[in-house]
């Protein structure tokens, strides 16, 4: 079996024959799976519930630093949390606010305020700006996207590279002073899995962008998600900013969503000790305290870094043969044919895959005609629109390994079919 770009016609029409065989065997299995969502699958789950639910029961054990957590109180969140998140990502207690369930929340939360009341060093609210614009590595996280296009900022695609953003695009963009902002994913990033080289940090750390109140959102949300080999230390970013004068650039927000339970678990922004006092006033006014009953639970079952850290193994062994799963299958089945390339990542939720230019949309659709639900083709890029219709994003987490085995025979199915029949039309 050679590179389908090799082929004959008559050699292109066997492959797409076998393939739309194949195609319809497999939906004649009535199918019903899922690879859309990076939520962690159900052994993960009932692995962290036996835990966290039963490390309260005692009344002492509603007792933290002499704070009550049952009562109201402690904006900025328990101490004791305060303290877990700073040991996690690398900087001090006090650059640490822990909020709600859902880091997103603090992210729409963080940009919401800048539009309406704006930042610490902004010369107006946002909301008063002619035009505000933003910079979105891509592919990139749906979710980031779609929170700046509702505000209504012209969103600007950076090209990601393996390293981090495309560090030329970012420098030339922030020389405008509409430029009031970036997203980033700097570990495991969403979907390709990268890692932010340090050289990239440096660069983003040390840059002077034109805008007085440029807002890094610095989403690390894969912090200590390693699924193979050991933890990689990272950088902290609010001290590398420190370091060139940006101290007030860098907004950091992180989650336990994927260390313990997305959507009950709790989640922390950390930023410069004058944007955390800037934020507070600003918090007191929609709330008097978050759930610190949670904040106490977490900080009772995580205890520190080094204890989340062997949590985070245990998660890696129900997450590894998952992923292998996938990039096995990928390896051995779509490798040969050359029509499409993916990532093998160390860490994160998702394999990222570029299909054929032209085939991702096609492909998603065929999956769906099969049974199996991806996330939506463009889904990737600002607006949902991907200029090449290549990637595709695999989100393997959810399926037991079993199902996700016959999923991923679908998605090599379905990448074979479109493939083979973008080539056969070009060569009428
Ligand atoms: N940030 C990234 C990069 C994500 O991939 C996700 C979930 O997939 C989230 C944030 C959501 O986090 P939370 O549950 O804390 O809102």
């Keep these: 079996m050679g590179a389908y770009a090799d082929m004959s016609r008559e050699e292109l029409q066997r492959e797409y024959d076998a393939a739309a065989a194949k195609f319809e065997e497999l939906k004649s299995r009535g199918l019903k799976l899922n690879m859309a969502r990076g939520k962690p699958g159900k052994a993960q789950l009932d692995m962290v519930s036996e835990g966290l639910f039963s490390v309260m029961n005692r009344p002492e054990d509603y007792i933290s630093d002499g704070v009550d957590c049952r009562n109201y109180g402690e904006l900025a969140g328990l101490p004791a949390a305060r303290r877990l998140f700073a040991e996690i990502l690398g900087c001090r207690a006090e650059q640490v606010i822990v909020g709600g369930n859902a880091s997103l929340q603090l992210m729409y939360d963080a940009i919401s305020k800048a539009v309406t009341h704006g930042l610490l060093h902004s010369p107006r609210p946002w909301c008063k700006e002619e035009k505000v614009k933003w910079l979105c590595p891509a592919p990139g ?30 420098e030339a963009a922030i020389a405008d002073p509409a430029v009031k902002g970036m997203w980033n994913v700097p570990k495991y990033s969403n979907p390709q899995g990268y890692v932010y ?19 890094l959102m610095w989403d690390n949300a ?23 004068g940006n101290g007030d650039m860098a907004y950091e927000f992180a989650s336990t969503s994927k260390v313990t339970l997305p959507g009950a678990g709790i989640s922390c922004m950390a930023a410069s000790e004058a944007n955390i006092a800037y934020f507070l006033k600003l918090m007191g006014i929609q709330i008097i305290s978050y759930d610190k009953v949670n904040q106490q639970r977490h900080v009772l079952y995580l205890k520190d870094k080094a204890h989340t850290l062997e949590l985070m193994k245990k998660h890696a062994e129900i997450m590894a043969p998952k992923f292998r799963t996938v990039v ?20 994160g939720y998702f394999v990222s895959l570029d299909a054929m230019p032209g085939t991702a ?25 991907d200029p090449d219709d ?35 039309a070009e060569k009428q």
């Excluded at 340090?198 to 660069?203: A, V």
């Excluded at 089945?333 to 860490?347: S, T, V």
């Design 361 to 385: 949309k096609r492909t998603l659709a065929l999956c769906k005609e099969a049974g199996v639900t991806m996330t939506g083709a463009g889904a990737t890029f600002p607006y949902g629109v």
């Design 141 to 170: 996280y749906d979710r980031h996207f779609k929170v700046t296009e509702s505000f209504g900022f012209e969103l600007i695609t950076i090209p990601m590279t393996p390293d981090g953003p495309d560090m030329d695009a970012v």
């Design 222 to 244: 894969y912090c200590i998600h390693e699924f193979r080999g050991e933890f990689a230390e990272f950088p902290d970013i609010l001290s590398e900013c420190e370091k060139y």
């Design 197 to 215: 080289s340090d050289e990239t940090i440096r660069r983003i750390a040390s840059m002077k962008p034109a805008a007085p109140d440029f807002m």
């Design 390 to 424: 290549s990637n595709i994003r695999i989100a393997p987490s959810l399926p037991p390994v079993e199902e996700l085995q016959q999923a991923i025979e679908v998605l090599c199915t379905c990448l074979k079919l479109s493939a083979a029949e973008k080539l056969l």
């Design 328 to 347: 096995d299958a990928l390896e051995r089945e779509i490798a040969p044919l050359g029509i499409a390339g993916w990532n093998d990542p160390r860490g």
